[in-house]
């Protein structure tokens, strides 16, 4: 994965695509970052991890820019989430999404609200990087709460 950003890196440079080199670059300059603090080369997972963060923090300003009434910014992060929605895994639908959740709570058999670590540890493993790992988390506190 790392080789593809650096290969998309360039040919945003060679077609002077100045908003998705300016994205790819930040993107770099995190995934570099987080090598040097984990002193360690990232694997495919850690760099999906990085850019699921990266959107995390569009999705935010985007509902503080809606309330600033700022439509060119929020223009702008939409543009750049739908460049690093590129490097990201297929998300799963809603539904494939429910059958995991109701497979933890059938191996798990979660009772209240203090299991709650349980299933995300269980979940997060295999749905990481493909689902909102807040939407599920609201799912699941929604059906231990009934």
């Known amino acids: 994965m790392k080789e593809q950003i650096l290969d998309d890196l360039k040919n945003a440079m060679k077609s002077q695509d100045k908003e998705k080199l300016s994205v790819i670059r930040m993107l770099k300059g995190a995934i570099q970052m987080e090598e040097l603090n984990q002193k360690k080369e990232l694997q495919d997972d850690d760099i999906i991890g990085i850019i699921a963060k990266q959107i995390k923090t569009r999705k935010e300003s985007i509902l503080e820019f809606e309330k600033g009434n700022r439509q060119d910014l929020i223009d702008q992060a939409k543009a ?7 490097y990201m895994p297929e998300q799963l639908s809603e539904e ?22 349980k299933i ?21 506190r929604e059906r231990l709460a009934k």
């Open 80 to 86: 750049e989430i739908a460049i690093l929605d590129e």
């Open 96 to 117: 494939e999404v429910i059958k995991e959740i109701d497979k933890a709570f059938e191996l798990l058999n979660p009772t209240n609200l203090s299991d709650m670590g």
């Open 120 to 140: 995300m540890g269980y979940l997060t493993p295999i749905l990481k990087g493909k689902a909102d790992m807040g939407d599920i988390s609201k799912m699941i």
